[in-house]
C-alpha cells in the first residue's frame, strides 16, 4: 500500500505543477509582434498580411514603437509608428497605408507621450481595413482596449 499511495502522491504533484505551469503569467502571456513581421507584401495590387498576424487576429499581443504626435489632445487613439516621427503619419485611404504605423485604440483616455520614448503596447490586434466612424481615419491593423506603458 505505501507504494500506491506514492505513486498517487507523485501524480497528484505532477498535476498541481501542471496547473500550476498553465495558470503562470508566463503560460498566458502575449503574443511579442514586430513591425517586420506584420506583412507578407506591400505589392501594387496591395498588402498581405503576414499569416502569424492573420493567426493572432482577435488574441492579445504586444507591440513595441513610438507614439505618433496626435490629431488632438487626450483623445482614445494613437498612432504607434515602428520609428520615432515628429509628424502626424495618417493617411487619407488603406491604400495608401504605410507599413510601419499602427493604431491603438485604448482603453482609457491617452495623454500623448514625448514622441522619443519607445512604448510596449498590449490589446486585442484587430486585422483588416476598418474606417473609424467619428474621425474617418481609416487603417489596416488595430490594437483594441489597449494598455501601453514606457520601455527602455
Known amino acids: 500500500m505505501p507504494a500506491a499511495s506514492g ?57 513595441r514603437g513610438y507614439m505618433a504626435p496626435p490629431l488632438k489632445p487626450e483623445s482614445k487613439f494613437f498612432v504607434l509608428t515602428r520609428e520615432p516621427v515628429a509628424i502626424c503619419p495618417f493617411c487619407s485611404s488603406d491604400a495608401e497605408w504605410p507599413v510601419d504605423i499602427v493604431v491603438i485604440y485604448a482603453s482609457k483616455t491617452v ?4 514622441f522619443s520614448e519607445r512604448l510596449e503596447v ?13 474621425t474617418g481615419f481609416v487603417s489596416q491593423l488595430r490594437i483594441r482596449d489597449a494598455v501601453f506603458h514606457k520601455i527602455n
Open 111 to 114: 495623454i500623448p507621450a514625448n
Open 7 to 63: 505513486t498517487g502522491g507523485s501524480r497528484r504533484r505532477f498535476f498541481l505543477s501542471l496547473a500550476a505551469l498553465l495558470a503562470s503569467p508566463l503560460a498566458l502571456a502575449s503574443e511579442l509582434l514586430g513591425f517586420d513581421g506584420l506583412y507578407k507584401s506591400n505589392t501594387v495590387l496591395g498588402l498581405k498580411f503576414a499569416d502569424r498576424t492573420l493567426a493572432l487576429k482577435g488574441q492579445t499581443v504586444r507591440l
Open 122 to 134: 498590449e490589446g486585442v490586434l484587430e486585422v483588416g481595413s476598418f474606417t473609424d466612424p467619428v
